[in-house]
């Protein structure tokens, strides 16, 4: 056994001292040497930014209000340091184990309980690395992003290994979803579905039929994984996202309130909340998310600036005044999304336009000028791209003030030099092709425009109207695959920081598209 986990490196992740004591001494009893500890997802995921681990032992209890190891691995895919060689196994309660799980991409390989015995304990380990032996001339082409050969090395492990047909099902149904064929991912799943029923299995069905538009397929499985009192990060996620393609902003917000429940500390669930809550109008709601969010998501992927911005706008709708509590909450959140960013002149810029905005709605004209004016200086020094990306959110944050004209002028300005910008191009064509009812060439070139310069909220935007008008044109053959572009588009902006205008439009689209979803699937 010591042959097997010679050179191996370990992580402990737990802060009982005690248990993390007498794991240390099995592990080095069955050969591990280098053994690594952590007592907290942060400093677990900075230890990983660093180096690489082969054996990770997660604790899910690591008190409340902490992140726990469960979302480490959430965490770490979010990084794209999640590997596929690595043996992930989470320390938990017999009992829990059962209701707790991962998607096909994002799950524990075993789970154990404490108090920890030493036979059991190395038994089942050295039974998963000897698995991870024999896979591990594919995982590590998985590592590697290389899909195609990974692909062929799963069929010729399925030859030599009929009894691993499931860990290589799954590895397909990965790689599928991983190059975008989602409707190859589907075939996988549903085929190992019909002869196991394993709720990664439905997750990842899930996950496909809605990538491919089979929305009403993806809604049953994942309210059947939901239904049995599993906690997955990813099936509350998806599912969420079903609600809101059928219509259901409601249903969305309560299921995310559940979640949040189970698993307070994910920073995606809260964000996806607060902005559900902001669809709603329920301001309070938002907040407290939004609050939640940013909280956690600190030092890790999910931390994103419109987390600030979009509390910013939340905290505005409810200012009654230039001295309130809302007022100086959100010009100090404000101060420290330019912190938090420092690096980041686009972050800085939106700050102080943001920070415009605050003072003129609090009537303190002589601040939202010298706001207005220095996110005008901010935006001069971005780079091209940059100030294209972000004039119409310029010229609808300054209106009223001082540099209202100037911002005017460097729009104009812009304009005649857009073309120069291969995204700016495209998005100038599709403007034009939409125009004369190029509705096809349209969407191809603000889909080029979207994929050079993603994130953009008026190229999304123009994308999914286009999107719609092509379904309305097609009458009862609605493409689902317009339908699938038209969400992955919508959920990748964050509703509540967009513009006032474009929250408008946003809302206007999403309920246009969620008439074509129902149509779809016969409701």
């Known amino acids: 056994m010591a042959n097997l986990f010679s050179g191996k490196s370990t992580l402990i992740l737990d802060k009982k001292f005690e248990d993390l004591q007498t ?9 591990v040497s280098d053994i690594q500890v952590a007592s907290s997802v942060n400093m677990a995921l900075s230890l990983l930014r660093e180096q690489a681990v082969d054996i990770l032992f997660l604790n899910y209890e690591l008190g409340r209000n902490e992140k726990n190891g469960l979302q480490l691995m959430f965490d770490l895919q979010a990084e794209g340091r999640r590997l596929f060689a690595a043996a992930y ?29 030493r036979v059991q304990l190395s038994q089942r380990i050295e039974k998963l690395m000897r698995l991870k032996e024999t896979l591990r001339p594919i995982e590590s082409l998985l590592d590697r992003g290389e899909w195609e050969a990974a692909l062929a ?7 030599r290994y009929p009894g691993l047909s499931v860990y290589l099902q799954r590895l397909r149904g990965i790689i599928y979803l991983q190059q975008g064929q989602a409707e190859e991912a589907r075939k996988v799943f549903s085929s190992l579905l019909a002869s196991r029923d394993k709720p990664w299995i439905r997750i990842g069905l899930a996950m496909a039929a809605c990538r491919s538009g089979w929305f009403l397929q993806a809604r049953g499985q994942l309210d059947h994984v939901i239904s049995q009192q599993q906690v997955c990060i990813e099936a509350f996620v998806w599912r969420a996202r ?10 969305a917000a309560s299921l995310l309130r559940r979640a949040v429940v189970l698993q307070p500390t994910v920073a995606l669930l809260r964000g996806d909340l607060a902005n559900l809550a902001a669809m709603n109008n329920d301001t309070a709601l938002a907040v407290d998310a939004f609050r939640a969010a940013i909280q956690y998501s600190r030092y890790s992927a999910f931390q994103h600036p419109d987390y600030y911005f979009g509390l910013v706008r939340m905290l505005m709708k409810r200012m009654s005044g230039p001295a309130s509590a809302e007022a100086e909450e959100a010009v100090r959140l404000l101060e420290q999304a330019r912190r938090d960013f420092l690096d980041q002149p ?5 700050s102080r336009l943001l920070a415009s905005e605050i003072y003129r709605n609090a009537g303190d004209d002589e ?12 935006y001069r020094r971005l780079s091209p791209d940059e100030q294209a990306m972000w ?22 300005a812009l304009n005649r030099n857009m073309a120069k910008l291969q995204w700016g191009r495209a998005n100038l064509k599709g403007m034009m092709q939409f125009r004369h009812g190029e509705l096809d060439e349209a969407y191809v070139s603000f889909s080029d425009a979207l994929r050079r310069q993603p994130g953009t909220p008026s190229i999304a935007l123009n994308l999914v109207q286009t999107a719609l008008e092509l379904c309305r044109r097609k009458g009862d053959e609605i493409p689902r695959a317009l339908l699938v572009a038209c969400d992955e588009a919508l959920y990748a902006l964050q509703f509540a920081a967009l513009t006032p205008k474009q929250q408008q439009r946003y809302l206007g689209l999403g309920r246009r598209l969620s008439d074509f979803v129902r149509r779809l699937d016969g409701e």
């Open 23 to 31: 794991l240390r001494t099995i592990l080095g009893q069955i050969g």
């Open 242 to 251: 079903v609600y809101r393609l059928f219509g259901d902003l409601g249903e």
């Open 391 to 412: 004039l119409e959110q310029l010229v609808e944050g300054v209106e009223g003030s001082s540099v209202e004209v100037e911002a005017q002028e460097a729009r104009q």
């Open 153 to 159: 090395a799963c069929d010729r492990h399925a030859e």
């Open 89 to 117: 196994i989470l320390v938990i309660e017999p009992e829990k184990s059962e209701l707790l799980l991962g998607s096909p991409e994002n799950a524990p390989d075993i789970y154990i309980s404490k108090p920890y015995d």
């Open 346 to 350: 686009v972050i800085h810029f939106k």
């Open 367 to 378: 601040q939202a000028n010298l706001s207005a004016g220095e996110a005008m200086s901010i």
